[in-house]
């Protein structure tokens, strides 16, 4: 096994076994502003207290995406987002109303969201890739009574199915009739900085995360969150604010959220925020230009920058670079070896996922790395591997990654949905993730894939049962069943097995147009990219999918 030995630095291993004896989020809380005055708003902290500090002027957000290239300082978002503040106002949004943001990367996307926040509206980040179907579902069970969007998105929302809906604010050029021009409503209304102090435990946002079952459950996370926020992006990702950082996960998914923007504002780092579509060389062109100094990205994108190959790297100044982490799939050895050769530096694997709201299991600077390893539990967090009965299973073992219940950034309900949210928790004290892992005997932990059929392909995380829905919607389709198989690039891709109906024979035409109907009907990132078809797809003695099966297939252990 290949070990990374720990930096000499600040911190050490003994500090940090000091800390997981000692730690507790308590101490965090002390750091907030909230710990004396009582009044309570992330935003206040990511933002308004920076200004208040004299930090006004310092840049929170280099954007670019084609050829719009912004900076905005804290005070430009202070003022921006009470401005977006206002308006909702005016629209009459009030405190615990559901606002979805359905857009592409832009400045805008991040002021909606911290208005909002202001207001202590609850933000519903949506994915851009998602079609009518899954705006459906996500806005429709939230009630969502507002959305931003842009002209170009704005025809995948199935407004007449959304009766709750009854604004929809477009960022843009061309303005659907019936909608408001979101820049016109912000030059109407003033920018004074305003704030709605909330609770704690006040919804912060909702964020629709697929399961094994059809329907999307919608994630709840309060303002607390900032409290596993600021502590992991000191410790994990060793952020400072002479830094610069880079997360290159979009806001439609639980990273770029939570350490997209949120986590190093608490902290007062700036970030990168690239948008449009980019390749290798624009990875590489974006380090060099804003001079990222901590990159917080996925394996899918080291691989791509890795196959594009030395020239590359060569033509480019990442001599600031000093800390780079991983989240969302396998980090394989073969990625290290490429960064700690080509780049000079180790990739820090963290694993947790939308649920936790927070990184949970991580490598650390100030500890050995075992490559092929997620880590250690950060301070504060206790993991564990039980059976299915929740039993606890020692070293060597592999079973369900389960955490003990009751860390500040855990999500704190499905929403409309309690008994989904009490099946995470059927083993009390654990929180069952869905995830496979074992244990060795200094306590790192190993992920051995999801144990329920969700997907994860190129880090996004895509349910089965929606993709077999929707393909059964086709008149072509009987019955599908849908499976992760394992892939080099992507970790995994989308499989589908089809039984079709009488009168149908299969085709690559017909292929393309089942992966255009999941494309267009749900959302690019599920649509099969491999199809079989098959007698029968295996069920259940309830007559569900049965994943097991399925999963055999995909792995070719059954040529059933
Ligand atoms: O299977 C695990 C995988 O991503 C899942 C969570 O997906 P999502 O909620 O979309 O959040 C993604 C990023 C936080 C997990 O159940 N996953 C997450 N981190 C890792 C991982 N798989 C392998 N290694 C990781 N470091």
């Given at each position: 096994m290949l070990v990374i030995p720990a930096l000499p630095g600040e911190h050490n291993l003994k500090d940090y076994i000091r800390a997981r004896e000692e730690f507790s989020f308590q101490s965090v809380?002390?750091?907030?502003?909230w710990s004396t005055t009582g009044r309570v708003n992330i935003v206040y902290e990511a933002v308004d207290r920076h200004v208040e500090d004299g930090y006004g002027q310092q840049v929170a957000l280099y954007f670019e995406a084609g050829a719009r290239r912004e900076e905005y300082t804290f005070s430009r978002l202070q003022h921006e987002s009470s401005r977006f503040a206002a308006v909702l106002k005016k629209y009459g949004l009030q405190k615990g109303d559901r606002l979805g943001i359905f857009m592409p990367r832009s400045p805008e996307l991040y002021i909606s969201f911290l208005g909002a926040a202001r207001l202590g509206v609850v933000v519903v980040p949506l994915f851009e890739a998602f079609m009518a179907e899954a705006l459906k579902d996500r806005l429709g069970d939230c009630q969502a009574v507002a959305v931003v969007t842009t002209p170009e998105l704005f025809p995948r929302l199935p407004l007449a199915q959304?009766?709750?809906?009854?604004h929809v604010f477009v960022v843009g050029e061309d303005i659907p009739a019936g909608t408001v021009d979101w820049h016109a409503e912000m030059s109407r209304v003033e920018g004074t900085p305003s704030m709605e102090w909330v609770g704690r435990e006040h919804p912060l946002f909702i964020l629709y995360a697929s399961g094994a079952d059809g329907r999307a459950r919608g994630l709840v996370h309060v303002h607390n969150i900032m409290v596993g926020l600021l502590i992991t992006a000191r410790w994990?990702?060793?952020?400072?604010?002479d830094d610069i950082y880079w997360c290159t996960a979009d806001p439609g998914w639980i990273t770029g959220i939570a350490y997209g923007f949120l986590a190093p504002w608490l902290l007062r780092v700036p970030v990168v925020v690239r948008g449009g579509r980019f390749n290798a060389e624009d990875w590489c062109a974006t380090l060099a230009r804003y001079r990222v100094s901590v990159w917080y990205s996925a394996p899918t994108a080291f691989r791509m920058i890795m196959s594009a190959g030395d020239e590359l790297l060569s033509?480019?100044?990442?001599?600031?670079?000093?800390h780079i982490l991983s989240v969302g799939e396998p980090l394989t050895q073969e990625v290290m070896e490429w960064s700690l050769e080509k780049l000079g530096l180790p990739i820090y694997d963290t694993w947790w996922m939308s649920e936790t709201g927070m990184n949970m299991i991580c490598n650390y600077r100030c500890m050995p790395v075992k490559v092929g390893s997620i880590g250690l539990p950060f301070p504060g967090i206790e993991a564990a591997v039980v059976d299915d009965e929740g039993r606890e299973l020692p070293p060597g073992r592999i079973g369900n990654l389960a955490i003990r219940a009751g860390w500040p950034a855990q999500f704190r309900a499905v929403w409309n949905d309690p008994a989904r949210y009490e099946e995470y928790f059927r083993h009390r004290p654990w929180f069952i993730s869905g995830d496979a892992a074992y244990r060795d005997e200094e306590g790192y932990f190993y992920f051995q894939g999801r144990l329920d059929g969700v997907i994860n392909t190129s880090g996004e995380r895509v349910g089965p049962a929606e993709v077999e829905r929707k393909l059964e919607e086709h008149p072509a389709v009987a019955r599908a069943g849908v499976a992760g198989k394992p892939d080099k690039l992507r970790g995994e891709i989308v499989k589908a097995y089809i039984v079709l109906n009488p009168g149908y024979t299969w085709s690559d035409e017909l292929a393309g147009e089942l992966r255009e109907f999941v494309r267009t009907g749900l959302a690019a990132h599920a649509a099969p990219r491999e199809f079989e078809v098959r007698e029968a797809i295996p069920l259940t003695r309830d007559g569900r999918v049965d994943r097991r099966v399925l999963r055999e297939w995909v792995l070719g252990l059954n040529r059933g």
């Open positions: 809380e002390k750091e907030f502003s959304l009766p709750a809906l009854k994990v990702h060793d952020l400072r604010p033509r480019y100044d990442l001599s600031r670079l000093r």
